[in-house]
């Protein structure tokens, strides 16, 4: 018995650590749970290619797990609202009593203060305490009520289709957010790459400045004037490299990344000019999430036009019950509750009963709700009037845009081309004592500009078939577009 009482004690003591050895505060020194942990570590492990980003921003950004929630929470309350409309009303009561029983005859509108007092009276006021109890249970049931069950739980149904659809539409506003902000960070990108050729080539020239001034064969202002546009070149790299930090971090709070670092691969963006035309046909605006959450809308406000349709009919309640009741009175010499003073109920009783109720005062209200309802439901039609002109509006403009962002590109390499062999024969002329410096920085000027020109160029054709994609509302034929490039340009 020794053993086991130790043993006994020393699993006491083992629980009795774990249980208050952790002091209050503790748990803020555990790790944090990260949710999608594991698909996190692989975006910020590698560089992101878009399809990826979008793909992970659909998936967890905060905008969109609230949406499923909303949406997860308007199917439930399908479910809610017919439980609500056919499950009857019950209720199951017992009380035990204890009062004086005085009785006056009187009128009265019926309030908590005052208890009903069942049965006949004394011929005197007493205040001795007597003992009542009573238990038992109701049923009430509507069943009938022309139609206005079935209207409340269809508007419930036409609620969760509009949460249907705006989920569809915040997803595609995440997806675009997240697209444009990688074009962004690949601008920014180039950008960099063309400040930091910018800045290559001054230095080059810088060294070719010091070594003719060195030799006396130009004035030392030319040397100050290169080093001063090398300066400047830095400076440019400066900016153009916030310029990318910040255009990351736009990226990773787009994805739901808020606060943490990722590299992007932007292979085959920003040198590919022409990537094949999709979406080249007209859009089916009716597929297009924004307009199906305005037509939802619309539908929600239709529905609750139909319960007030509904509202005015009467209802048929049809109720029944059991109940016991025990009374410590004793009648004309005859005790209420036989042996137990009324501690206990003893008496049933039990009743069925059909109740018809109509307000029949409601039309007039009923009347002022739906003239309300009605202007509310024009309010919803225009809004999906404006929608749907702002789409083809929306459509009209993004194919314009394609179209100048194909010939931007087209035209780019010729400008890159023209200014290079200007830079070029400034920095010869230079070197045969025919230019000057300032000729010569202008001259890169002009090519680093082109450079940073030719990449915005580029992806500018992305971004007006994103637009496309947007105005369509299905950007997956943009993703698979923009993978089949990068695949091909990563071989």
Same mark, same amino acid.
């Given at each position: 018995?020794?053993?086991?009482?130790?043993?006994?004690?020393?699993?006491?003591?083992?629980?009795?650590?774990?249980?208050?050895?952790?002091?209050?505060?503790?748990?803020?020194?555990?790790?944090?749970?990260?949710?999608?942990?594991?698909?996190?570590?692989?975006?910020?492990?590698?560089?992101?290619?878009?399809?990826?980003?979008?793909?992970?921003?659909?998936?967890?950004?905060?905008?969109?797990?609230?949406?499923?929630?909303?949406?997860?929470?308007?199917?439930?309350?399908?479910?809610?609202?017919?439980?609500?409309?056919?499950?009857?009303?019950?209720?199951?009561?017992?009380?035990?009593?204890?009062?004086?029983?005085?009785?006056?005859?009187?009128?009265?509108?019926?309030?908590?203060?005052?208890?009903?007092?069942?049965?006949?009276?004394?011929?005197?006021?007493?205040?001795?305490?007597?003992?009542?109890?009573?238990?038992?249970?109701?049923?009430?049931?509507?069943?009938?009520?022309?139609?206005?069950?079935?209207?409340?739980?269809?508007?419930?149904?036409?609620?969760?289709?509009?949460?249907?659809?705006?989920?569809?539409?915040?997803?595609?506003?995440?997806?675009?957010?997240?697209?444009?902000?990688?074009?962004?960070?690949?601008?920014?990108?180039?950008?960099?790459?063309?400040?930091?050729?910018?800045?290559?080539?001054?230095?080059?020239?810088?060294?070719?400045?010091?070594?003719?001034?060195?030799?006396?064969?130009?004035?030392?202002?030319?040397?100050?004037?290169?080093?001063?546009?090398?300066?400047?070149?830095?400076?440019?790299?400066?900016?153009?490299?916030?310029?990318?930090?910040?255009?990351?971090?736009?990226?990773?709070?787009?994805?739901?990344?808020?606060?943490?670092?990722?590299?992007?691969?932007?292979?085959?963006?920003?040198?590919?000019?022409?990537?094949?035309?999709?979406?080249?046909?007209?859009?089916?605006?009716?597929?297009?999430?924004?307009?199906?959450?305005?037509?939802?809308?619309?539908?929600?406000?239709?529905?609750?036009?139909?319960?007030?349709?509904?509202?005015?009919?009467?209802?048929?309640?049809?109720?029944?019950?059991?109940?016991?009741?025990?009374?410590?009175?004793?009648?004309?010499?005859?005790?209420?509750?036989?042996?137990?003073?009324?501690?206990?109920?003893?008496?049933?009783?039990?009743?069925?009963?059909?109740?018809?109720?109509?307000?029949?005062?409601?039309?007039?209200?009923?009347?002022?709700?739906?003239?309300?309802?009605?202007?509310?439901?024009?309010?919803?039609?225009?809004?999906? +009037?404006? @929608? $749907?002109?702002?789409?083809?509006? *929306?459509?009209?403009?993004? %194919?314009?845009? #394609?179209?100048? /962002? =194909?010939?931007?590109?087209?035209?780019?390499?010729?400008?890159?081309?023209?200014?290079?062999?200007?830079?070029?024969?400034?920095?010869?002329?230079?070197?045969?004592?025919?230019?000057?410096?300032?000729?010569?920085?202008?001259? +890169?000027? @002009? $090519?680093?500009?082109?450079?940073? *020109?030719?990449?915005?160029? %580029?992806?500018? #054709?992305?971004? /007006? =078939?994103?637009?496309?994609?947007?105005?369509?509302?299905?950007?997956?034929?943009?993703?698979?577009?923009?993978?089949?490039?990068?695949?091909?340009?990563?071989?």
């Amino acid at each position: 018995m020794s053993r086991l009482t130790a043993y006994i004690a020393v699993c006491v003591m083992v629980c009795l650590f774990f249980a208050f050895a952790v002091p209050v505060g503790a748990q803020d020194l555990l790790p944090p749970i990260t949710l999608h942990q594991a698909i996190e570590q692989n975006v910020l492990d590698r560089p992101v290619t878009i399809k990826a980003a979008v793909e992970y921003a659909s998936q967890n950004y905060p905008n969109i797990l609230k949406s499923q929630a909303q949406m997860r929470a308007a199917q439930k309350n399908v479910t809610v609202q017919k439980l609500n409309e056919y499950l009857p009303d019950s209720l199951l009561q017992y009380q035990e009593i204890m009062a004086s029983h005085n009785k006056l005859s009187q009128i009265f509108y019926g309030s908590p203060v005052f208890p009903a007092v069942a049965g006949p009276g004394f011929n005197n006021v007493n205040m001795q305490p007597i003992f009542f109890s009573s238990g038992g249970f109701s049923l009430d049931w509507a069943p009938l009520d022309f139609g206005l069950h079935k209207a409340r739980i269809n508007m419930s149904k036409d609620q969760y289709a509009q949460a249907r659809a705006q989920f569809a539409t915040t997803q595609l506003d995440v997806c675009l957010a997240a697209a444009n902000a990688f074009l962004d960070s690949v601008v920014a990108m180039e950008q960099l790459k063309a400040a930091n050729e910018n800045q290559a080539s001054f230095d080059q020239f810088a060294q070719v400045v010091h070594a003719q001034v060195n030799a006396s064969l130009k004035p030392g202002a030319d040397a100050s004037l290169a080093d001063a546009q090398l300066a400047n070149a830095r400076n440019d790299v400066i900016r153009a490299n916030l310029a990318y930090e910040i255009a990351l971090a736009n990226l990773a709070n787009t994805l739901g990344l808020g606060g943490k670092s990722l590299q992007i691969d932007a292979t085959g963006l920003a040198t590919t000019a022409e990537p094949a035309d999709m979406q080249k046909d007209v859009p089916l605006f009716e597929t297009v999430p924004i307009l199906q959450t305005a037509r939802a809308a619309l539908n929600t406000a239709k529905a609750q036009k139909r319960v007030l349709d509904k509202e005015y009919f009467p209802v048929f309640h049809f109720l029944g019950g059991v109940n016991m009741r025990g009374s410590g009175l004793d009648v004309r010499g005859r005790p209420s509750g036989q042996d137990v003073n009324g501690l206990f109920p003893l008496v049933p009783n039990y009743q069925v009963a059909m109740i018809i109720n109509w307000n029949f005062l409601d039309i007039v209200r009923l009347r002022a709700e739906k003239k309300v309802q009605m202007e509310r439901i024009e309010q919803q039609n225009q809004d999906f +009037n404006l @929608v $749907l002109q702002n789409l083809k509006t *929306q459509d009209v403009q993004s %194919r314009a845009r #394609v179209k100048a /962002a =194909l010939a931007l590109a087209e035209n780019m390499p010729v400008q890159v081309k023209a200014a290079y062999m200007a830079a070029s024969q400034a920095a010869a002329r230079y070197k045969t004592g025919l230019g000057s410096v300032a000729q010569v920085a202008e001259a +890169n000027q @002009v $090519l680093a500009q082109s450079r940073a *020109q030719e990449a915005i160029a %580029r992806v500018g #054709v992305w971004r /007006a =078939l994103l637009a496309v994609a947007a105005v369509h509302g299905d950007i997956k034929p943009f993703l698979a577009e923009a993978e089949r490039v990068q695949k091909e340009r990563g071989l």
